[in-house]
């Protein structure tokens, strides 16, 4: 068990029916005793955001992204949700191109951020305060498909 509070580890995130559905991991942040911070927008598990604080408990240890012996947990529920919500955007074509600049820059005014997971798979997230059938307008009119993955209540 990390011992450090800040050290990166990866998080196993699982699908709701677990059995059936596969699982995603994210990098995240030691904040407690067995506890995380997300430092990701998932794309796979409906549910969590970046910066949603959860539990785990550890599973093993591997390489990942060129380092070595990083913690993995295997996360046991949400401990608290963090301020922001997440969208899945699928696009078309690819979202970096000089194509959707205007996009990106409209979601930025917004305090919109996201991440992409290949040119056309974008996780998107946003606070409380950000309207988000008004993102998830926008970037449908963009032509993306989108998905409400974890949205304010």
């Given at each position: 068990?990390?011992?450090?509070?800040?050290?990166?580890?990866?998080?196993?995130?699982?699908?709701?029916?677990?059995?059936?559905?596969?699982?995603?991991?994210?990098?995240?942040?030691?904040?407690?005793?067995?506890?995380?911070?997300?430092?990701?927008?998932?794309?796979?598990?409906?549910?969590?955001?970046?910066?949603?604080?959860?539990?785990?408990?550890?599973?093993?240890?591997?390489?990942?992204d060129g380092?070595?012996?990083?913690?993995?947990?295997?996360?046991?529920?949400?401990?608290?949700?963090?301020?922001?919500?997440?969208?899945?955007?699928?696009?078309?074509?690819?979202?970096?191109?000089p194509k959707?600049?205007?996009?990106?820059?409209?979601?930025?005014?917004?305090?919109?951020?996201y991440e992409?997971?290949?040119?056309?798979?974008?996780?998107?997230?946003?606070?409380?305060?950000?309207?988000?059938?008004?993102?998830?307008?926008?970037?449908?009119?963009?032509?993306?498909?989108?998905?409400?993955?974890?949205?304010?209540?």
């Open positions: 068990m990390p011992r450090d509070i800040g050290r990166k580890v990866k998080v196993r995130l699982f699908h709701r029916d677990f059995k059936t559905q596969g699982s995603e991991l994210l990098w995240a942040e030691v904040v407690g005793p067995n506890e995380f911070k997300l430092e990701n927008g998932p794309w796979l598990i409906d549910g969590y955001s970046y910066e949603d604080v959860v539990s785990g408990v550890y599973e093993s240890t591997r390489n990942y380092e070595r012996n990083v913690p993995v947990y295997r996360c046991t529920g949400i401990v608290r949700k963090g301020p922001f919500r997440t969208l899945r955007a699928i696009f078309e074509t690819s979202f970096p191109s959707y600049a205007p996009l990106r820059a409209a979601l930025k005014a917004m305090d919109v951020d992409n997971m290949d040119d056309k798979l974008v996780s998107v997230w946003f606070t409380k305060d950000v309207d988000a059938h008004k993102v998830a307008h926008m970037l449908h009119d963009a032509g993306a498909h989108v998905q409400l993955a974890d949205v304010p209540d």
